[in-house]
T-cell receptor, first 117, second 118 residues
Framework: AQKITQTQPGMFVQEKEAVTLDCTYD???????LFWYKQPSSGEMIFLIY??????QNATEGRYSLNFQKARKSANLVISASQLGDSAMYFC??????????????FGAGTILRVKS | EAQVTQNPRYLITVTGKKLTVTCSQN?????MSWYRQDPGLGLRQIYY???????DKGDVPEGYKVSRKEKRNFPLILESPSPNQTSLYFC?????????????????FGNGTRLTVT
């Protein structure tokens, strides 16, 4: 079974509007972490935001926020006031089993976001 | 500048010709890992290392070897590359801890190596 599911292969958003990228996850662990990374066309992986399973507040980092719904096992990324530079591939990832697997991240298939001017 | 450095960025080779992709980090991280990225599959872990001389298989280790003789270096070796190893490869590192406080330690990625095997 897929551990991380990103159901939107591609998304379009108008510049200056907000967009939500979906991510659902599957784990039986109580302790885990959820990450979002951005991959621009140049290829590098840029860490955006983190949400811990015990965090009561949704994580925010500038224009990025994470809509964390633990009971539904979803960790959607919200980008506010989209900019042209936000056009990229976005990956959701999960860390679990810290003792057993070290700092392994399991990634979803990614969502390509295109911002239109 | 704190970074993970991979070389080369681009590599085209032929089936069966041994190659090594180098990876070095300057952040004194214990944990290092290799991933491959393929369309529709995201990133999948090939091998990882929790410390010097300690390595273990990830999810797709077949056809790859690694070594960790020094803390900063974690080369990826393809002894006999095949076309199905054509992919984008990433090296990554992070601090290692077995405490719940370590769950928020992000992986720091290199810039990637795009490998084509013909």
């Amino acid at each position: 079974a897929q551990k991380i599911t990103q159901t939107q292969p591609g998304m379009f958003v108008q510049e200056k509007e907000a967009v939500t990228l979906d991510c659902t996850y599957d784990t039986s662990d109580q302790s885990y972490g959820l990450f979002w990374y951005k991959q621009p066309s140049s290829g590098e992986m840029i860490f955006l935001i983190y949400q811990g399973s015990y965090d009561e507040q949704n994580a925010t980092e500038g224009r990025y926020s994470l809509n964390f719904q633990k009971a539904r096992k979803s960790a959607n990324l919200v980008i506010s006031a989209s900019q042209l530079g936000d056009s990229a591939m976005y990956f959701c990832a999960m860390r679990e089993g810290l003792d057993e697997y070290g700092n392994k991240l399991v990634f979803g298939a990614g969502t390509i976001l295109r911002v239109k001017s | 500048e704190a970074q993970v450095t991979q070389n080369p960025r681009y590599l085209i080779t032929v089936t069966g010709k041994k190659l090594t992709v180098t990876c070095s980090q300057n952040m004194n991280h214990e944990y290092m890992s290799w991933y491959r990225q393929d369309p529709g599959l995201g990133l999948r872990q090939i091998y990882y290392s929790m410390n010097v001389e300690v390595t273990d298989k990830g999810d797709v280790p077949e056809g790859y070897k690694v070594s960790r003789k020094e803390k900063r270096n974690f080369p990826l070796i393809l002894e006999s590359p095949s076309p199905n190893q054509t992919s984008l490869y990433f090296c990554a590192s992070s601090l290692l801890g077995r405490l719940t406080s370590s769950y928020n330690s992000p992986l720091h990625f290199g810039n990637g190596t795009r490998l084509t095997v013909t």
